[in-house]
């Protein structure tokens, strides 16, 4: 029986990457840094999860000869850089550059109104899915969720699994008993390496994506209703409708 919804964020909640893209750029000219992301340059470096992780990705591509023997130095400037970064995110967020995917906000409320738990697994800061949350849902947002994993609280970013496994835990729930929404194949592993049968919904940066296992494709979840998503999750766990 279906008892929980599970939701990525960035990409899945919403179409964040480009605000986030702009704030990368933004961060790296007030940095003093000669870096410019292109979209196509990001949606590679979309294939490593974390934006810190992704700035160590890149200084490392950028250059490759360069060590820092303790990585203090290199810790404290990427911290630097993703607090920057962070700031500037959460102000074109207030200014209303991102909204929630066709459909989030209907199934979410559908959801509460028939007494589904409702979770975020994601490997994105606390900070970005306060901002993105409130501005879509009031400052009262956190009350719909019964658990949020965060990057704060499973550093482990996926594909690990570690989000998903911290989630199903605090829910108390098996992974039969519940449905997760993704949008790329990283996510897609991770939810699936816990058994959760699993929604994908793509974006722009993550249409390429193998996403082979997921419960279903979707283009977005806009007229997606619980009738159909409960027949959907008792097809893939063997229950009845």
Same mark, same amino acid.
């Given at each position: 029986m279906l008892q929980a919804l599970i939701f990525d964020v960035d990409g899945t909640l919403a179409d964040t990457e480009r605000a986030h893209l702009a704030a990368f750029n933004a961060a790296f000219a007030a940095e003093?840094? !000669?870096?410019r992301w292109d979209e196509a340059l990001y949606t590679r470096l979309l294939e490593v999860s974390g934006g810190k992780?992704?700035? $160590?990705?890149?200084? #490392? #591509?950028?250059?490759?000869? &360069?060590? !820092?023997i303790d990585g203090n130095e290199l810790r404290a400037f990427i911290d630097r850089l993703h607090e920057v970064k962070t700031a500037f995110y959460e102000e074109a967020v207030r200014q209303g550059a991102v909204q929630l995917r066709p459909g989030v906000l209907d199934?979410?409320?559908?959801? #509460? &109104?028939?007494?589904? &738990?409702?979770?975020?697994?994601?490997?994105?800061?606390?900070?970005n899915i306060a901002a993105l949350l409130r501005a879509a849902m009031g400052p009262d947002? #956190?009350?719909? *969720?019964?658990?949020?994993? !965060?990057?704060?609280?499973?550093?482990?970013?996926?594909?690990?699994? $570690?989000?998903y496994q911290q989630t199903l835990a605090r829910l108390g729930l098996p992974a039969a008993a519940c449905?997760? *929404?993704?949008?790329?194949?990283?996510?897609?592993q991770a939810a699936r390496a816990c058994g959760l049968p699993t929604i994908v919904t793509p974006n722009a940066f993550t249409a390429h994506h193998d996403v082979r296992g997921a419960l279903r494709v979707l283009p977005s979840l806009d007229g997606l209703t619980l009738p159909t998503l409960r027949q959907w999750h008792a097809e893939a766990v063997g229950a009845p409708a």
């Amino acid at each position: 029986m279906l008892q929980a919804l599970i939701f990525d964020v960035d990409g899945t909640l919403a179409d964040t990457e480009r605000a986030h893209l702009a704030a990368f750029n933004a961060a790296f000219a007030a940095e003093g840094l !000669d870096w410019r992301w292109d979209e196509a340059l990001y949606t590679r470096l979309l294939e490593v999860s974390g934006g810190k992780e992704r700035i $160590q990705h890149y200084w #490392q #591509q950028v250059y490759p000869e &360069r060590r !820092d023997i303790d990585g203090n130095e290199l810790r404290a400037f990427i911290d630097r850089l993703h607090e920057v970064k962070t700031a500037f995110y959460e102000e074109a967020v207030r200014q209303g550059a991102v909204q929630l995917r066709p459909g989030v906000l209907d199934l979410i409320v559908a959801a #509460q &109104r028939e007494g589904l &738990r409702l979770a975020i697994a994601t490997t994105t800061s606390p900070v970005n899915i306060a901002a993105l949350l409130r501005a879509a849902m009031g400052p009262d947002w #956190q009350r719909a *969720f019964a658990v949020i994993e !965060d990057a704060s609280t499973a550093p482990r970013k996926k594909p690990h699994p $570690q989000v998903y496994q911290q989630t199903l835990a605090r829910l108390g729930l098996p992974a039969a008993a519940c449905v997760a *929404f993704e949008d790329s194949a990283n996510g897609l592993q991770a939810a699936r390496a816990c058994g959760l049968p699993t929604i994908v919904t793509p974006n722009a940066f993550t249409a390429h994506h193998d996403v082979r296992g997921a419960l279903r494709v979707l283009p977005s979840l806009d007229g997606l209703t619980l009738p159909t998503l409960r027949q959907w999750h008792a097809e893939a766990v063997g229950a009845p409708a």
